[in-house]
Structures are given as structure tokens and as C-alpha cells.
């Protein structure tokens, strides 16, 4: 599918903000004062980034309130709710923590429940599209959590976020293996795609539009296999490997930890590009693309 710009940037800084948060809210990384101020401003501007962000995606933006009515139905709801929710209960641990009120923890702990579960939802929009088996696997909501537990540990200063960020390059590569067998897997042909298959072999006669349209635009996208290897290895040494060695090499440094989170965002966003480009959307059939 086609890579778009702001469903990267959604993502990816919701899932590093909520990550961030969901640690803060659990007094993982405690602090009061400036550096509560610094720490909880950093976690609330990059979830609110990434979720303005996805507004851009829209067909009208101005609708965006309208996804807070499909909530029994949609995935894209029920992670609007979610963030909401999150953001809310999270906002009073916050200020408990930047003017020492000694709020419980307890609430705290329930927004990082909250903030984990926004990540939770996003990965379900994907998830359970049928349409698209790269995405339709157990994988996927694993992989959101794991980037948002594993960065946000690492925007957090914790020292020993280097273990989490080592565990995202065998999650990583888990997401590519599995991934790229899905659509065979699946078994989907032109033949099933237009229940012709019974009869013989089904091929593309003739394209189904002479100009291009929304679906070429949009669901069909091929990246080269040269090309997409080229950046899986960025991301591994961007997103899990250069970090993991910073975070060891120097714990709990601000210069290391910026460096760190600097490059790991960078590696995100490369790994959330291949999976969007990667993606194969069943649609491509009807035009001989798969």
C-alpha cells in the first residue's frame, strides 16, 4: 500500500508518547519538579503530534469528530476513545508529579493501562483488515506494543531500555518472515478474487481503468525487493542496534539518551514505511499486481 507521510509520523510518535506516558503514569521513571515538567511535556507533545498527524489522512479532517461515533463497530473509534481517555485520567498523575501532591499511584497505573491500550487499538485498525495478510497476523498488535514499550523506556532514561530496544530486532525480523508469506498463505488468486477460478485459469485481459484512480493510487504499491532489504537493515541498526549500544555504553547520559532516542525514531519510522509499502492489498488482483 502506499506509504502515506502522515500515517507514519501517526504511528510512529503516538506509539513513542504513549510508550513514554504509559511508563510515567506507572512511576516507572519518577521525577518531580522541571524534570517531571520536561518529562511528561515530551510524552503529551509526541502523542498529540502523532494523533493530529492522522487527521491529515482524512478525506475531510474536519469530520474527525465523527469517529467517536462508531465505537461498537471500528477499531479507528474505539483507539479515539482510547487516546481521549488516556490523555484525561493521565493529566492529574502529571501535575501530582511536577508539584509532588502525592496523587496514588493507582491512578497512574490506570493511565498507562489506558496509553498502552490506545497502542493496542491502533495496531487492531490494521490488524483486522482481511484485505491486507501482511497485517492480518497476531504480529502485528506486538509489534505496535513492542516499539511503544521499547521506546518509551528509552525516552524515559531508563538504563536498562537497552534490553528492550536488543528485543526489537528479533520482533522485527519475526514481523518481516512471517509477513512475507501471509498473502500466499491466504491463498488468494485472480481466480478467487473474481470466482472464475473453478473454470481454469483467470488472467488480466485488459486493465480495469485506462487512467489512474483512487485504488492504484492508494492500495497498489510495489517497492523493490533489493530496495525494501536495504532499508529492513536500516531499521535493525537504527530503530534497535546503534540505541541498544548507546544506551549500554553510556546509561542514563542526556547527550546518549537524545542521541539514542534521535536515531531509534528514525529506524521507526523506516520500519513503519516498509510496512505500509509491504503491504499487499487483495484489490491488486483485479489488476494483475499480485
Do not use: C
Not at 59 to 68: D, E, K, M, Q, Y
Not at 170 to 196: E, I, K, N, S, Y
Not at 255 to 276: C, D, E, N, P, S
Amino acid at each position: 500500500m502506499h506509504p502515506a507521510p502522515s500515517v507514519i509520523l501517526f504511528s510512529t510518535l503516538s506509539g513513542l508518547g504513549l510508550g513514554l506516558l504509559a511508563w510515567l503514569g506507572a512511576g516507572v521513571a519518577a521525577a518531580t519538579g522541571w524534570a517531571a515538567f520536561w518529562w511528561w511535556g515530551l510524552g503529551y507533545g509526541l502523542a498529540v503530534a502523532g494523533l493530529l498527524a492522522s487527521t491529515f489522512h482524512l478525506g475531510n479532517p474536519r469530520r474527525a469528530l465523527l469517529a467517536f461515533s462508531q465505537w461498537r463497530s471500528s477499531w479507528l473509534s474505539r483507539e479515539a476513545w482510547a487516546s481521549v481517555a488516556a490523555l484525561v485520567v493521565l493529566a492529574p498523575v502529571a501535575l501530582s508529579d511536577i508539584f509532588a501532591l502525592g496523587l496514588p499511584r493507582v491512578v497512574g497505573l490506570a493511565g498507562a493501562v489506558l496509553a498502552l491500550g490506545t497502542v493496542f487499538t491502533t495496531s487492531m485498525i490494521y490488524a483486522q483488515i482481511r484485505a491486507v495478510p501482511r497485517w492480518h497476523h497476531w504480529v502485528t498488535p506486538l509489534m505496535f506494543l513492542g516499539f511503544a514499550l521499547a521506546g518509551g523506556a528509552l525516552l524515559a532514561g531508563q538504563a536498562w531500555a537497552a534490553l528492550g530496544l536488543i528485543g526489537l530486532a528479533p520482533l522485527m525480523l519475526l514481523v518481516w518472515h512471517l509477513g512475507d508469506g501471509q498473502f500466499a498463505r491466504a491463498a488468494q488468486t485472480l481466480g478467487t478474487a473474481t470466482g472464475l477460478g473453478q473454470i481454469g485459469e483467470v488472467q488480466v485481459f485488459e486493465q480495469a481503468h485506462t487512467a489512474g484512480n483512487y485504488l492504484l493510487r492508494e492500495m497498489i504499491f510495489v517497492v523493490g525487493r533489493k530496495h525494501a532489504q536495504k532499508l529492513r537493515g536500516i531499521a535493525l541498526v537504527l530503530a534497535a542496534g546503534l540505541p541498544a549500544l548507546i544506551m549500554a555504553v553510556a546509561p542514563g547520559a542526556p547527550a546518549a539518551i537524545a542521541l539514542a532516542a534521535v536515531l531509534h525514531m528514525v529506524g521507526a519510522m523506516t520500519q513503519r514505511w516498509l510496512f505500509f509499502a509491504e503491504a499487499e492489498h487483495v484489490v491488486g488482483l483485479y489488476y494483475g499486481k499480485r
